[in-house]
Structure formats: structure tokens, C-alpha cells
């Protein structure tokens, strides 16, 4: 006899885009099942082949994302890593602005269809996409560095995995 469990969370008022709780428990846990696999191709992202491209998966209300965001910029900028900010809203809210989204780099995840293909439930969480399209890192609530050092800890990654 098989039980199947499921759980939804609905702490943002029943809204069915937040990430399941599961995927919230589990996204650490099973990041490194993502490593060597081909990155999920999603119109909205414009993955260019032959280009390493960070994806740096945020939400609305993360204090830690407000603290490395420079440093994931800089860390990206100085290695010549394509940086992807996808910021996540839940259908029930809406960004007060969508200006900043028509500029190349950063994408408006509204209800979550890119955090939902990636997996993504913990934020900040990043994805190393290799020239060749494969993931080589995923990291997920902005690993094991503290906020100050962490442009350091990206070069770092970058440099191990990339060279």
C-alpha cells in the first residue's frame, strides 16, 4: 500500500506560485544532482551557447540578496560571466515598477516558471552555466560565505570551475 503526500504551502494568501514546500526543504539538499546536467532552456532566459552565464536566482524581501548583490555583479563582471538576476514575484504581488526587466540581465519571474524548471526555493540561490550549456554549480542560499567576503568566494568558484 503506497501513501502519496503532498504538501502545498499557502502562506502568501493560498497562492499556488509560491514554492512548494518540498522544493523549499529539498533545493539545498539536492543541488548537486543539477551538476553535469544541460540547463532547462527557457525563452525568457536567452541563454547564448558558447557564453558562461551566471543565473542568480533572488526574491523580494531577501536581506541577503540585497547584501551580495554587488558583489555577485562584480565577482561576474571581472571573470566575463554572463549574469542573469531573476527576481521572483509571486502572482499576488506585483513590482511596484517592470522598468529595470527591459534591460538585458534582468528577468521578471512573475509566478515562477524559471525558479519552478530550476527548481529554485531558497534564495539566494546560483546557477553556473558552462559554455556548453551545463551546469557546473548550483548554490543554493548563497553557500557557505558570509555576506562580506562573498565576492571573494564566487571568484573562487569561478576559478575552479571554470578553468
Not at 4 to 29: A, F, H, Y
Not at 77 to 85: F, Y
Not at 133 to 162: M, N
Request: proline share 6%; aromatic share 8%.
Amino acid at each position: 500500500m503506497a501513501i502519496k503526500i503532498s504538501v502545498q504551502r499557502t502562506g502568501n494568501g493560498g497562492d499556488s506560485s509560491s514554492p512548494s514546500l518540498w522544493t523549499v526543504l529539498t533545493s539545498g539538499l539536492f543541488a548537486g544532482r543539477w551538476i553535469g546536467k544541460p540547463a532547462p532552456q527557457l525563452p525568457q532566459l536567452g541563454l547564448e551557447p558558447g557564453r558562461e552565464t551566471l543565473l542568480y536566482f533572488r526574491t523580494r524581501g531577501c536581506t541577503v540578496c540585497d547584501l551580495i548583490d554587488m558583489q555577485v555583479a562584480a565577482a561576474c563582471h571581472n571573470a566575463g560571466i554572463d549574469l542573469l538576476v531573476v527576481d521572483r514575484y509571486a502572482k499576488s504581488n506585483d513590482p511596484e515598477s517592470r522598468e529595470i526587466y527591459t534591460q538585458r540581465g534582468n528577468i521578471l519571474d512573475f509566478g515562477g516558471p524559471i525558479n519552478t524548471a530550476y527548481q529554485i526555493g531558497t534564495y539566494p540561490s546560483l546557477v553556473l552555466v558552462n559554455a556548453e550549456g551545463t551546469i557546473v554549480l548550483k548554490d543554493v542560499g548563497g553557500g557557505q560565505a558570509r555576506p562580506e567576503v562573498f565576492g571573494a568566494y564566487l571568484r573562487g568558484k569561478f576559478s575552479a570551475l571554470l578553468n
